[in-house]
């Protein structure tokens, strides 16, 4: 059983399109978070959301919406994607709690676009 | 401003021998450090914590240790096995307390 599972595994697009990465997690946890992967390979946190609501928003362009549907459920959109959006992006998601609730990532979407 | 370092990109050790990685960090507020491993497409799967109230964690093969006075922490893998070959992140939460801050990582390889 998947705990977070996010498709597609791959997304290649071109300049200028819009595209969707979805995220589910059935280990009942509250927080769920975006994170992207770029090409230094550093992680960094995008964005974090607490049943349902937006608790963490770094400084992302606003071509990046998340939704959360429900607090199973974190959708990624990005409009007018650019080159420099190219990354792997993971979703993750934790239960209550700060210090003793380890993430829980997705095996990630490797976003191409050319 | 990457507040969780990790100086070392890669590090390649013989399979028996110990493997160490190591972790500074510039925020002295920190006080939660976590170990994340992982491997190519796939994404990172926790390993080990500690708490700044302790030095030591241990956990079979694995031991964090942590100097808070040098704001450094190091991960022991010993002996270290060819499936440990992969990614360690280092990382520690964010003082919103809802996302962790990660290291650049560290390429372990284990060779037979």
């Known amino acids: 059983d998947t705990a977070v599972s996010q498709t597609p595994k791959y997304l290649v697009t071109q300049m200028g399109n819009d595209k969707s990465i979805k995220c589910e997690q059935n280990?009942?946890?509250?927080?769920m978070y975006w994170y992207k992967q770029d090409s230094k390979k550093f992680l960094k946190i995008m964005f974090s959301?607490?049943?349902?609501?937006?608790?963490i928003n770094e400084t992302v362009p606003n071509r990046f919406s998340p939704k959360s549907p429900d607090k199973a459920h974190l959708n990624l959109h990005i409009n007018s994607l650019e080159l420099g959006d190219s990354a792997v992006y993971f979703c993750?998601?934790?239960?209550?709690?700060?210090?003793?609730?380890?993430?829980?990532f997705g095996n990630g979407t490797r976003l191409t676009v050319t | 401003d990457q507040q969780v370092k990790q100086n070392s990109p890669s590090l390649s050790v013989q399979e028996g021998r110990i493997s160490i990685l190591n972790c500074d960090y510039t925020?002295?507020?920190?006080?939660?450090f976590l170990w994340y491993k992982k491997y190519p497409a796939e994404g990172p799967t926790f390993l080990i914590s500690?708490?700044?109230?302790?030095d030591k964690n241990e956990d079979g093969r694995f031991t964090v240790f942590l100097n808070k006075s040098a704001k450094h922490l190091s991960l022991h893998i010993v002996p270290s096995q060819p499936g440990d070959s992969a990614v360690y992140f280092c990382?520690?939460?964010?003082?919103?307390?809802?996302?962790?801050?990660f290291g650049k990582g560290t390429s372990l390889l284990v060779t037979p």
């Open positions: 993750a998601s934790s239960p209550p709690g700060r210090h003793n609730s380890p993430l829980h």
């Open positions: 280990l009942g946890h509250d927080t």
């Open positions: 959301y607490n049943n349902k609501e937006l608790i």
């Open positions: 925020n002295s507020m920190f006080d939660y």
């Open positions: 500690i708490s700044s109230i302790k």
């Open positions: 990382a520690a939460p964010g003082l919103s307390g809802y996302a962790l801050n």
